[in-house]
């Protein structure tokens, strides 16, 4: 396994004493196969993603079978729902570039999209499988949060999703021709020399997001013993996400951009997702202290409730009879429809020797008559 050639510190965080003299964006296998941290960190993401969507099913007494089914189906539409936001506003470029939209492994990938492409595959699975969406997507909301903060490093690796140059005790140093996100005047104006080599100096901005959903991840994993109504965790990520996002989105300076205006389309898609989320959160609440709202919730399920595993082996049994009921329906038919015909047939066979004898007796009386 072969590493990209070394140089220089590729990344320093010159406050906090880190100086990481050789730091890859991909590595290739046997000199033909490369791979982009990028990607390879994403995939770990979602993996785990996964597999804590299956814990926490597996406590609730939920078919982990089920967040299988889920965690396929949205890990690919969230592939391609990140993709399709990420190109939709840089518009200019893929249509100057048509080729590149499929190009993936150095980057292109908006979160936001790949949460509404998610949520929409996870809710069609929903309705297919009877799952109750608001349950699965509390149960799925630790796991995706947790996949952002493994997700964001990707960044890292690729020198982007950075901010405006700061001077804080987290600035970060960035080899100047390995920087892939945008360079702006005043980054150019504060550059710093280390041991010949230029650098620009900016805001980790990935670092913040990635730190902060980690935070909303234990803080979900600690609270949600609270909840009390399906829909509550899942409101609880949106709103602290959208939060976060809103902000770290204000300091970065590649933020994708509403058509033809200066406004950064996930800021504003962060402010209204956190707004809805708090008022949801608080009316709820309200109908809670007073009574007035009694949800159909339970933590953790009854067996044989709606979701458990007992519940799926029900309904497949359920199936498995009707079809052989179908089936047997089928058979019988055609049973009744061959004995139905047998007279008929006996009917025509019997009728052969009277014609016959008809037959011989008419030759008989004209020969009697000549």
Known sequence: MLLESAGAASIIFPHIGISLGYFPSSFSIFGKFTIAFYGLIIAIGMILAVVVSMRGAKKSHQ????????????IIFGIIGARIYYVLFTLDYYLANPAEIINIRGGGMAIYGGVIGGLIAGFIVCKVKKIHFLRAFDTIAPGLVLAQA???????????AFGEYTDSLF????????????????????????????????????????????????LIIIFRRFQQYNGEVSLWYLGSYALARAWIEGMRTDSLMLW???????????????????????????????????????????PGAVGTVEYNKKRLAEKKAAKNKNDSNWETYTVDKTEEDEPAAADEQSSEPDQAAEVQESEKGKEEEK
């Open 63 to 74: 078919d982990t079978n089920d967040y299988v089914d889920l965690g396929i189906a949205v």
């Open 150 to 160: 493994i997700g964001r490093w990707g960044n890292f690796f690729n020198r982007e």
């Open 171 to 218: 600035a970060m140093q960035i080899k100047y021709d390995e920087v892939g996100g945008v360079i702006t005047d005043l980054m150019r104006k504060n550059m710093v020399t280390v041991d010949g080599v230029q650098y620009i100096q900016v805001a980790p901005t990935f670092l913040y997001e990635s730190a902060i959903c980690l935070l909303i991840f234990i």
């Open 260 to 302: 033809n205006t200066n406004i950064a389309v996930s800021q504003l898609l962060s402010v209204a997702v956190f707004a809805g989320a708090l008022v949801l959160l608080v009316i709820n609440r309200i109908r809670l202290a007073r009574k007035s709202w009694a949800p159909d919730f339970e933590l953790v399920l009854s």
